[in-house]
């Protein structure tokens, strides 16, 4: 990549590219913001290769690089609300409002609820589960401990747990 191979650009958006839009997808709420997210970093690397040569972990790298872009996203979506979350993509779980790759009501039961989890811990929980990486990769690319990343993970679905119980007793 770092001469300019395409083959190995191709290759990196095909073996990365799928866990970033779902990661991406959890962490703005939006497909379309994902889908932007992840062409911004996938763009900069064509732009840029020459970075990509002290590239040591490009897994890591690569989320690294879609966390930067998503906040930066999130910023713009905050200075620039188009009518509020709801009103521009629908209900959390909706649709519009990220359903990327999990077909099963319960996950998209599970992500809408998710989405109430402090910041620190719907980021791990992406990483992990949609990202597939593992709590060493999250606590690279997070700038946190291994063993801060996987207590976070495990807070996480705690309050998944707990919060799903209140939600069925409410029914």
């Known amino acids: 990549m770092v001469a300019g191979d395409a083959a190995a650009y191709r290759a990196m958006v095909d073996r990365y590219g799928a866990a970033m839009f779902r990661v991406a997808c959890r962490l703005l709420g939006s ?3 994902a889908e932007d997210a992840v062409q911004e970093v996938f763009v900069a690397m ?6 990509l040569a002290s590239v040591a972990n490009m897994r890591a ?3 690294v690089s ?8 999130g910023r713009t979506q905050r200075r620039h609300p188009a009518g509020g979350f709801e009103e521009s993509y629908g209900p959390v779980g ?5 359903r990327a790759v999990d077909d099963s009501e319960t996950a998209e039961r599970l992500w809408a609820l998710a989405q109430r989890l402090p910041a620190q811990q719907r980021e791990v929980l992406a990483l992990k589960i949609q990202g597939e990486l593992s709590f060493r990769e999250i606590g690279e690319i997070l700038g946190i ?9 495990r ?3 705690e309050k998944l747990r707990h919060m799903a119980e209140e939600h069925d007793e409410s029914r």
């Not at 909706?94 to 990220?98: K, L, P, V």
């Open 145 to 153: 401990g291994v063993n801060t990343a996987a207590s976070r993970y």
């Open 31 to 33: 497909r379309h913001d």
């Open 66 to 73: 879609l966390r930067h872009a998503a906040e930066r996203i």
């Open 61 to 63: 790298y690569l989320f």
């Open 155 to 157: 807070y996480a679905l």
């Open 46 to 51: 064509a732009r840029h290769p020459e970075r």
């Open 94 to 98: 909706d649709d519009r409002a990220g």
